[in-house]
């Protein structure tokens, strides 16, 4: 069995000439399209992160900014900065980049930001209608699982889809995205007992647990799709949650790098231009 690598590039893309499209057709109408990322601290992977989404956004031609508050700053301070770009009517989208310093609450962040212009789901408003099936306009991450899915023709109506991993930014999220898709989901987690007999189960795995090379080819059937969301540093190189042996099972394989991780930033692209 010829196994389908299902590689980020193609489809981050296709999503780049509709995305490009619809933001030179807003600028010739005089639009101002800019996002601001607001980074709190120095964190090295948030800021190699920052400069790659500055950079794309830039080549799409939106105008990008970044405000960079220092570690220390307080809650308040940082709720102060979203405000103020909530108010400027030249900012079509913010992303507060998370995890922010220990001392400062991510949720409450989220909850200050504009519905407008939330451009990874943070505010509970958008994350409300995620949840209650009336947008699919989710984070970033899941969408990224979702456009990769369709564009390499996976089909999802009535499939045994497990995600590995609960969290609000991956997991649940993903689970919605694929309950409206028409898929039976099941979410395994840390307390979940034998996850080895759900994941043998499943047509489609979606594995976002940040644990390396956590499932295992003894662990799937023959015939899965692998969507790993994982990215692990191990050593000098990355990896995902999926060993790369399941993809000797599998019938179509997100690799690590070069999979998921590509077509995220593209969906905060997509998801800034979605009001133009």
Same mark, same amino acid.
């Given at each position: ?64 900014? %970044? ?24 900012? %079509?989208?913010? #992303? ?25 789901? #943070?505010? &509970? ?5 995620? $949840? ?19 564009? $390499? ?19 649940? &999220? ?79 394989? %997100? &690799?690590? &790098? ?19």
């Amino acid at each position: 069995m010829e196994t389908l690598m299902m590689r980020g590039k193609a489809v981050a893309d296709a999503y780049r000439e509709k995305i490009a499209a619809k933001i030179a057709v807003a600028k010739g109408q005089g639009k101002e399209v800019s996002l601001a990322v607001v980074l709190v601290g120095d964190d090295p992977a948030s800021g190699v992160y920052t400069g790659r989404l500055v950079k794309m956004a830039e080549s799409l031609g939106v105008n990008a900014k %970044t405000i960079v508050l220092p570690a220390e700053s307080t809650q308040e301070q940082v709720i102060a900065e979203i405000t103020k770009l909530n108010m400027d009517e030249s900012i %079509t989208g913010i #992303l507060p980049m998370m995890p922010m310093p220990k001392h400062i609450n991510g949720d409450a962040i989220g909850a200050a930001l504009a519905p407008n212009k939330d451009v990874d789901c #943070l505010n &509970p408003l958008n994350a409300g209608d995620l $949840y209650m099936g009336r947008t699919a306009w989710a984070p970033c991450t899941p969408r990224a699982c979702m456009a990769t899915l369709k564009h $390499y023709n996976i089909e999802l109506s009535g499939k045994n889809v497990v995600v590995v991993g609960r969290s609000n930014v991956v997991g649940k &999220p993903v689970a919605l995205l694929l309950l409206q898709e028409n898929a039976t989901v099941t979410i395994c987690h840390s307390r979940t007992v034998d996850i080895a007999s759900h994941l043998q189960k499943a047509d489609i795995i979606v594995a976002a647990v940040g644990i390396p090379e956590f499932v295992k080819p003894e662990m799937v059937k023959d015939g899965v799709v692998i969507v790993d969301v994982g990215i692990n540093s191990v050593g000098d190189k990355l990896v995902g949650d999926v060993a790369e042996t399941v993809a000797e099972k599998a019938s179509a394989f %997100t &690799p690590v &790098p070069g999979g998921i991780g590509v077509v995220s930033n593209m969906m905060v692209m997509d998801m800034l231009s979605r009001n133009l």
